[in-house]
């Protein structure tokens, strides 16, 4: 099996910021693309940014300029440096990896359990 463990998250308020991390574990072959995402009640669910295996990010337009995503490999884990908060950031922030977990495996779209963020005013 296959899973994503979130930490970071918390209350803040607006100017401030926060980290994000997201550790894949179990039996892993090969990890693509991870990401974040957050979904507010009501609303879709949003991507936040994303990084390849290279290193190649995409970020919504929202959070450009303010938010960082990396990722450390050799731990399959997948940051995200969160600056200048807002409380338009308030949501639940979930991690997102594409993981092959054998080498004739198709990927799989695999999901954290979510990190809840709330930025007060």
């Known amino acids: 099996q296959v899973q994503l463990v979130e930490s970071g998250g918390g209350l803040v308020q607006a100017g401030g910021s926060l980290r994000l991390s997201c550790a894949a574990s179990?039996?892993?072959?090969?990890?693509?693309?991870m990401g974040w995402y957050r979904q507010v009640p009501g609303k879709q669910r949003e991507l936040v940014a994303a990084?390849?295996?290279?290193?190649?990010?995409n970020y919504a337009d929202s959070v450009k300029g303010r938010f960082t995503i990396s990722r450390d490999n050799a731990k399959n884990t997948v940051y995200l440096q969160m600056n200048s908060l807002k409380p338009e950031d308030t949501a639940v922030y979930y991690c997102?990896?594409?993981?092959?977990?054998?080498?004739?495996?198709?990927?799989?779209?695999?999901w954290g359990q979510g990190t809840q963020v709330t930025v007060s005013p």
């Open positions: 997102n990896a594409d993981i092959k977990t054998g080498w004739r495996t198709r990927p799989w779209d695999y």
């Open positions: 179990g039996t892993i072959f090969s990890i693509n693309a």
């Open positions: 990084i390849t295996s290279g290193g190649s990010t």
